[in-house]
């Protein structure tokens, strides 16, 4: 799955701009990265919003026990790869039917966050049992909600383009060949939400979460850690297209 957003969604993370600074390496566009993802994988689905957001996924090479789904509803576009060990409680939870699937259980319960709050984003997500990571954009408010599980079971990085858009994808030589050094593994455990501003570990909430630079002889550019007693290194290691236009 892929999610790339111009700097009028997000502000590209100054780690990860600091690191392609360090070691400039050779990066290509967001749509190259776009056109690159569609021709690499049989079936994709492209989905573009607006002139500032691409969404892009496939079933090709899918894993049985990580499954990629996409849906959209009110404005809200979701991609979500793995499976929720709780996702019966969880319906229950939120009042929904029995053929709700993790995709559709994300976008609801972004929705009671924004709008029957304040509810904590850590909250809601810490809610969240399984393996996952998914990609959300709810286009009325122009917010980008990411997350990944706790313990990386569903790999997911983020990186930036050559022309400034901030890429998130469960592959990394995708990225790397599109966003050379200025790319990382998202920290597991954690979510990046535009409404909050920043990136946060949903489990300790309160603990700081700094950037060290890489090793020179890995493909990343930095690395994420969230501080504290128990902080986790986050490293991660763990076409037919059809293009419809969101106004």
Sequence with gaps: MLGIFSSSIMSPPDELVAAGCRTPSPKI?????????????????????????????????????????????????????GALDNLGSLRNQYGLPKSTNE???????????????????????????????FILFDNSTST????????????????????????FADDATLLKGACGKSLASFPQGC??????????CYENPKNKITAEPAPEEEIWGAKFKVEG???????????NNFPMEIS
Excluded at 151 to 166: F, R
Excluded at 191 to 200: C, D, N
Excluded at 233 to 238: D, E, I, M, N, R
């Design 29 to 81: 566009s967001s749509t190259a990265l776009a056109k690159r993802f569609a021709d690499s994988n049989s079936a994709a689905v492209s989905l573009q919003i607006g002139d500032h957001v691409h969404l892009a996924f496939t079933h090709h090479n899918e894993s049985p026990l990580r499954p990629r789904s996409f849906a959209a509803k009110d404005e809200i576009f979701c991609l979500f790869e």
């Design 191 to 200: 979510f990046f939400s535009t409404a909050v501003g920043e990136l946060r």
């Design 229 to 239: 007693p128990t902080g986790v290194l986050a490293t991660g290691l763990g076409f």
């Design 144 to 167: 980008l909600f990411v997350a990944s599980d706790q313990i990386g079971k569903v790999p997911l990085y983020w990186g930036i383009t050559a022309d400034g858009y901030v890429a």
């Design 103 to 133: 995709v559709l259980l994300v976008i609801e319960a972004y929705k009671a966050l924004r709008d029957r709050a304040p509810y904590p984003a850590d909250h809601v997500v810490a809610h969240l049992t399984g393996g996952f990571a």
